[in-house]
T-cell receptor, first 113, second 113 residues
Framework: NAGVTQTPKFQVLKTGQSMTLQCAQD?????MSWYRQDPGMGLRLIHY???????DQGEVPNGYNVSRSTTEDFPLRLLSAAPSQTSVYFC????????????FGPGTRLTVL | GQQLNQSPQSMFIQEGEDVSMNCTSS?????WLWYKQDPGEGPVLLIALYKAGELTSNGRLTAQFGITRKDSFLNISASIPSDVGIYFC?????????????FGQGTRLTINP
């Protein structure tokens, strides 16, 4: 199993541009989530999904959009990038619809100029 | 943001020393998790705790779920260079909902050989 994969590894955007961060898992996990990590802030939940077709907001959802059309994929869309969205983004998944014991991807480092 | 209070924020120790870090919250949790993050990687789960008072070991790591359900600690015995990294606590099942993990700010561990 590849586990949780994320692409791209690095990305630089200009203010106002849009893009999609990709996340996929091959463990048949129902629960998937997106976090952002900023220095000294730990990880903060952006959006999560408990299964295909079901998504909900986390702690910091503004400026981000998600959809879950398949069990495997959970893309994160930045609608109009802002410098405040410069961060490292992690996707995670866990077995069943619970959030326990999440497996994390390697992260996407995003810089917005 | 809704985060746990993790301390210390950083530790500088000699190889072979024991390490102790803890996490506290004003709210109770049903689950405590401890993760380690290496540079440029996503967090990896070390220990999961599910019952108040539970004491669990994973090699040289030992973690406990506080009896009040509002705290947890992680101990590392006889530290080695590969223990370097950032350690995060995470709580589940508190007032932020059953589908969300809340993370501490992290403890950065540095080891002098």
């Amino acid at each position: 199993n590849a586990g949780v994969t994320q692409t791209p590894k690095f990305q630089v955007l200009k203010t106002g541009q849009s893009m999609t961060l990709q996340c996929a898992q091959d463990m048949n996990h129902e629960y998937m989530s997106w976090y952002r990590q900023d220095p000294g802030m730990g990880l903060r939940l952006i959006h999560y999904s408990v299964g295909a077709g079901i998504t909900d907001q986390g702690e910091v959802p503004n400026g981000y959009n998600v959809s879950r059309s398949t069990t495997e994929d959970f893309p994160l869309r930045l609608l109009s990038a802002a410098p405040s969205q410069t961060s490292v983004y992690f996707c995670a998944s866990s077995y069943g619809t619970g959030v326990n014991e999440q497996f994390f991807g390697p992260g996407t480092r995003l810089t917005v100029l | 943001g809704q985060q746990l209070n993790q301390s210390p924020q950083s530790m500088f120790i000699q190889e072979g020393e024991d390490v102790s870090m803890n996490c506290t919250s004003s709210s109770i949790f049903n689950t405590w998790l401890w993760y380690k993050q290496d540079p440029g990687e996503g967090p990896v789960l070390l220990i999961a705790l599910y019952k108040a008072g539970e004491l669990t070991s994973n090699g040289r790591l030992t973690a406990q779920f506080g009896i009040t359900r509002k705290d947890s600690f992680l101990n590392i015995s006889a530290s080695i260079p590969s223990d370097v990294g950032i350690y995060f606590c995470a709580g589940h099942g508190g007032p932020w909902g059953a589908q969300k993990l809340v993370f501490g700010q992290g403890t950065r561990l540095t080891i002098n050989p």
